[in-house]
């Protein structure tokens, strides 16, 4: 495939560039002009259109006149395998209940949880590939997914059995994520070492035996799982070479993020709530910081604090969160609109966040996440804009027209 009169060719940080810290963030490599070629659902050739080979003249060609072409969206943060939506809750919410209080009075993730245990292993695959094909028409190129809707071992099982099918069917790249600790079940309410032993002696050894899981995950928060229990489990995970990404700090400021720095953390994700001491731990740690603004966006909790953590030089990155409960929405356009609008990223600082560094957050910048010879073709063509601020500026309006998947127009 080639693509020419490109208006901008976005995110061409150099190939050994994998994650982006602080002040680097600030720069979006653009080349104005330009055409690229792909070749085997790789990035074959670049430039500029005052340079272009006349040894490719001859390929069939896509014209993107007026057009920007973007690495796609690489949203490290999702939890699409579910059974049913939840928006009796959303009439809770705007009577002024919190989070909190709608999970005590039975909604949830226990309620998710009772919901998926009912649900056939073709029931979930098929949803989720539903909302996956929405994601990736929406320019999303790589996705992490969570389990945590299953609570007990054969659900969480049933749960990545059905990444797994996700993985087989879809041609981008996938990361699942075993996240059995993400509520206490009803019946563990009182016996919290009971679920946790249960999740040691019985879920993981089962699930790294079918190879189900890339990363292990806790919901390390009051009235979820404290930092002792999440240490527990963390080191259990790293017996199995599962490496942790945390959710940290979403209600409260917690130790979520020493416990999982302590532990090598792939990344912390939401950070709604942060202190200074929350961005020392984190400055002397490769840790990602995975920010998620349509999760305050919906729940009306703080956003967070990305400027602060930008300038302490953290890498920050953008994912969406996708679930029936805090965030039911798979849309990393509007993730980018958000840490715009809302937390005051510039636009160049919530694109990278949203590509290198979502990457970099699932271990896929080397291959994924930025324009770079040798690449993988996950690549989204936007409508014609005036310029690429237009993009998150346009918010709840896509500007993504055209979806190219290792070199090839995806349809869905
Ligand atoms: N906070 C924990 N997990 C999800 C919400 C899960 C739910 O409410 O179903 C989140 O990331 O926001
Ligand atoms: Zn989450």
């Not at 069917?169 to 075993?178: C, E, G, L, N």
């Not at 563990?188 to 679920?195: A, E, P, S, V």
């Not at 930092?227 to 489990?233: A, G, L, M």
């Not at 996708?322 to 990393?332: A, H, R, V």
């Amino acid at each position: 495939m080639l693509i020419t009169n490109i208006k901008g060719l976005v995110g061409l940080h150099p190939k050994d560039k994998l994650v982006l810290r602080g002040a680097e963030l600030n720069h979006l490599p653009v080349l104005e002009n330009a055409w690229i070629l792909i070749e085997d659902g790789l990035i074959k050739d670049f430039g500029e259109m005052k340079h272009f080979p006349s040894s490719i003249a001859h390929l069939p060609s896509y014209s993107a006149e007026g057009r920007y072409v973007f690495p796609s969206w690489c949203d490290s943060h999702t939890h699409i395998v579910f059974a049913a939506s939840r928006e009796e809750e959303f009439a809770m919410k705007i009577q002024g209940k919190t989070y909190e209080e709608i999970a005590a009075a039975g909604g949830g993730i226990l309620n998710s949880a009772n919901k998926l245990q009912k649900a056939t292993e073709d029931e979930l695959f098929e949803s989720a590939a539903t909302r996956l094909k929405q994601m990736i028409l929406q320019g999303t190129g790589a996705v992490e997914i969570k389990s945590g809707y299953g609570l007990t071992t054969e659900s969480e099982i049933k749960m990545l059995r059905v990444i797994r099918r996700l993985k087989a069917h879809f041609s981008i790249p996938i990361k699942a994520t075993f996240l059995a600790a993400h509520a206490f079940p009803a019946e563990f309410k009182d016996d919290h070492q009971g679920y946790i032993s249960l999740i040691i002696e019985e879920m993981l050894p089962r699930i790294a035996e079918e190879k189900l899981a890339d990363y292990i995950d806790a919901f390390c928060e009051k009235g979820f799982f404290s930092v002792e229990e999440t240490d527990q489990i963390l080191k259990a995970g790293a017996k199995y070479g599962l490496k942790p990404k945390i959710h940290a700090n979403q209600l409260s400021v917690s130790g979520a993020i020493e416990v999982a720095v302590k532990n090598k953390a792939i990344s912390v994700d939401h950070l709604e709530e942060s202190n200074p001491e929350t961005i020392e731990t984190l400055r002397n740690a490769d840790t990602i910081v995975t920010l998620l603004p349509s999760c305050s966006f919906y729940l009306g909790i703080p956003f967070a604090d990305a400027k602060s953590f930008i300038k302490a030089g953290l890498p920050v990155a953008l994912a969406t969160d996708y679930n029936p409960g805090s965030t039911p929405s798979g849309n990393m356009n509007f993730v980018v609109s958000l840490g715009c609008i809302k937390m005051k990223m510039f636009p160049e600082q919530a694109i990278n966040a949203a590509t290198l560094n979502g990457a970099a957050a699932m271990e896929l910048s080397n291959s994924h996440g930025s324009i770079a010879i040798g690449k993988n073709a996950n690549l989204f063509i936007t409508k014609p804009m005036p310029s690429i601020a237009y993009l998150p500026y346009s918010f709840g309006e896509s500007q993504v027209d055209t979806v190219i998947l290792n070199g090839e127009i995806y349809h869905g």
